[in-house]
Structure formats: C-alpha cells, structure tokens
C-alpha cells in the first residue's frame, strides 16, 4: 500500500500486557504517523515523528509511547494494556518528503491497519 | 487548532442517484484538504486532494470535490452512485508534518 508495512494486523491482548506495533515505510521521507480509528470517532493523531530522531504527541498521546528507530521505521509501544485501548491502528507516511519548515505538500499513505482487542 | 466536521453520520443514496457529502474545516492558513474512502476491514485509499489553483478537483472513481473558501467547505459529490461506492468517507485538513485532521467519517449506504 503504497510502500507503508505494519504489522501484526490482528492481535488480542489481556489487561496489562505490552505489545509493540510495527511501521515501516520505503519511501525515504521524513515524516511518520501512528492514527487509532474508532467507531464514530474518525482517525485521531497519536503520536508523530517529523524527522529521524524526533517524536511529537498528537491528540491522544496517553498509554502510548513511539521509538523512530531510523529513518525507515516507526513503533507504537502499548506498555500495560487496557480495555479503552482496543482499536484499529494505522501507520502513515506522506507521498512527498515535505518541505522547510515542517511543510507537508503530499497526502498521507496508510499501511492497511493493525485490529488490536484488550480483553 | 485546525478542525473538521462532517454534519452526516450516515446517507442513505438509492443506486444510479447523485451524492453529496459535506465537509466543513477550520484551518488558520490556506488549508490542503482531502478526501479518503475505506471499504469494510480495509484500509484508507485518497480519493482526491486540493492544495491549489481550480478550486473543483476530480478524482478517482467519478467522484470530484469543490473547495469554498467564503463556506470553509469542501463538499465531495458523484453524479451517479454505484453499489460499490458503499464505504465510509473521510475528509481532512492539514498542511503541516503534524500531520492530517480527519473528520468523523459519513458512512454511505446505497439502496438497490
């Protein structure tokens, strides 16, 4: 999907346990983004990384944390697991590496989505 | 903050009529707006997009957009509805490496 993996696409998990969702983008662009998708609610920003080494929190940044291990790669880290957590999770690269000054002229590519259940 | 609203939760079209779906944004800047599509258990295919220049944009599937500035609007039509374009519909702002604001969706329902 247009150079964007992540992975697992399903997992169940119990209240408390840890997972860490996967992101890998072969574009070699800056940016990187990690969305959740709930019913109703629309895909919300967790958190982003606008260039290696950088990460930033979006609008629902509690209960995660993200490594940008390099350029290529971008991981969401549940540490303790809770119910309210269960959504689909989708990573996101733009199609154009961008602009100075943090200027986005590309449209986001989307992995095709990790369905997580906290039981 | 840069926001967006989709007043239609759901819309309910009969086959072969034509569609419209509303997006509002508010943005502080010359916004680049879009629209994506998600089939059921898929993921988010773009639809179309405007960054600037002719302020009616086409896109994929016969489907085309005009951006309002004096509305804030960005409203997504199709002359004729097909049973596929069943999906849920997405529109979003953003023009920054903050990434897009989406709005909550219009879930499309086609009647036969």
């Known amino acids: 999907n247009a150079g964007v993996t992540q992975t697992p696409k399903f997992q169940v998990l119990k209240t408390g346990q840890s997972m860490t969702l996967q992101c890998a983008q072969d574009?070699?662009?800056?940016?990187m983004y990690w969305y959740r998708q709930d019913p109703g609610m629309g895909l919300r920003l967790i958190y982003y990384?606008?260039?290696?080494?950088?990460?930033d929190k979006g609008e629902v940044p509690n209960g995660y944390n993200v490594s940008r291990l390099n350029k290529r790669e971008f991981s969401l880290r549940l540490e303790s697991a809770a119910p309210s957590q269960t959504s689909v999770y989708f990573c996101?690269?733009?199609?154009?590496?961008?602009?100075?000054?943090?200027?986005?002229?590309?449209?986001?590519?989307f992995g095709e989505g990790s369905r997580l259940t906290v039981l | 903050a840069q926001s967006v609203t989709q007043p239609d939760i759901h819309i309910t079209v009969s086959e072969g009529a034509s569609l419209e779906l509303r997006c509002n944004y508010s943005?502080?800047?010359?916004?680049?707006l879009f629209w994506y599509v998600q089939s059921p258990g898929q993921g988010l295919q773009l639809l179309l997009k405007y960054f600037s220049g002719d302020t009616l944009v086409q896109g994929i599937k016969g489907f085309e957009a005009e951006f309002k500035r004096s509305q804030s609007s960005f409203n997504l039509r199709k002359p004729s509805v097909h049973w596929s374009d069943a999906a849920e519909y997405f529109c979003a702002v953003g023009a920054r490496a903050d990434g897009l604001t989406f709005g909550k969706g219009t879930h499309l329902i086609i009647q036969p």
């Open positions: 996101a690269s733009p199609s154009l590496p961008g602009l100075a000054g943090g200027l986005s002229t590309g449209e986001l590519f």
């Open positions: 943005y502080g800047a010359t916004p680049y």
């Open positions: 574009m070699n662009h800056n940016s």
């Open positions: 990384s606008a260039s290696e080494g950088t990460t």
